[in-house]
């Protein structure tokens, strides 16, 4: 464990953990399906065949995780809404209640609009999807926005599209490759009528939560560099471009159905923050002409580039490789290429997969990025917060229960709860930033 105290952050940094809500609610005979839900009812799709159904009970147990939270000193809880959930008769009701919950013990509400779990008979792929994501944002900031001042429309829509609808490794299964990109453009489109419906809520603290990391060239080899360009369009700035510029990336425009220059103009609507979830770099190259496994996943052989191993780094149990300083490589190169077009950022996102109660290795890693963040904070980033992935440890979507997160472990026979050696670790970092 690192001994050497943590830099201190501005007055009024937000600090909080994240979850979502098909990971950790369980009740699922109490809400409607999701396209997750017909997915881990195929067999082979989950690598230890579980699925969601219970997970972690939080839709029973919330008040024992809100203390939890309480008692851990975060200054705001990163949540989702499900969708189906909402979808059901009384399903608003339980987010009341955690709301309620929350603000009883001071801690803010932030409310992510999709993690990933669309209702099933829903299809990213038709424009009419982003129709119905506004219908049910206003829905739901109809009965929460009372109390929830914190909003991200999305979570992660480029893993979304890559692994739900490019590679077929989460749900809804597809294998398109680059015929996925329909998904991507409706997601964005959603968001920025999402956008809408929330300022017509009185809402004033909008984001979204996009995957960002630093792409690496496998060498200074021209074919490299292209394959690296090509990559970073794909997972990192064709997500972020039209948010923030207004625009695709040059080329990509030319993929996307309906009125392009039009739907830009909605998905760039103005957001206030700009939330950022961070695990590592990638190191990629030319394509090598095979499929390739990694991260678990099985890249086919026709793709326009090769990722590769970051070599000389350690791992974590989930096989990423461990590099804070890319935290800091990539939040000065967001400010580097978007300039004023950059709100404020938050990482909404941050953690790490290892097994056991007495996690060490979790609380280097945790040390390491937090340091690196400010680092970025010092070389002049606008960052105002930091969540950590996750409270609990959850149903860990394709990789079912094997991976564990959380700074709280979970027994998934008993769900009983036992803070990690890392949950008192932060717990004390929190209060040495008061």
Known sequence: MATNPI???????????????????????????????????????????????VACDHYHRYREDVALLADLGVDAYRFSVSWPRVDSPGGLDFYDRLVDELCAA????????FHWDLPVGLDWLRRETAERFAQYTAAVAARLGDRVGSWLTLNEPAEHTLLGHALGAHAPGR?????????????????GLAVRALRAAGATDIGIANSHGPTWPASHAAEDLEAAAFYDILLNRLFADPLLLGRYPEGIDALMPGDVEADL??????????????????????????????GGLTLPAELPFSVREIEDRPVTDFGWPVVPEGLTELLTGLRDRYGDRLPPVVITENGCSYPGLDDQDRIGYLDGHIRALHDALAAGVDVRGYFVWSLLDNFEWAE???RRFGLVHVDFATLERTPKASYGWFREVLRAQR
Do not use: C, M
């Open 175 to 191: 294998q398109l490759l680059f015929d996925a990109l329909p998904a991507a453009h409706h997601q964005l489109l959603g968001h």
């Open 7 to 53: 830099p201190q952050f501005p007055a009024g940094f937000l600090w909080g953990v994240s979850t979502s809500a098909h990971q950790i609610e369980g009740a699922a005979d109490l809400r409607a399906p999701s396209v997750w839900d017909a997915f881990t009812a195929e067999p082979g799709r989950v690598k230890d065949g579980s699925t969601a159904a």
């Open 400 to 402: 079912g229960y094997a």
């Open 265 to 294: 103009k909605v998905i760039a609507e103005p957001i206030d923050r700009y939330g950022v979830n961070y695990y590592a770099p990638t190191r990629v190259g030319a394509p090598q002409g095979d499929e390739i496994e990694f």
């Open 106 to 113: 001071g801690i803010r509400p932030v409310a992510t609009l």
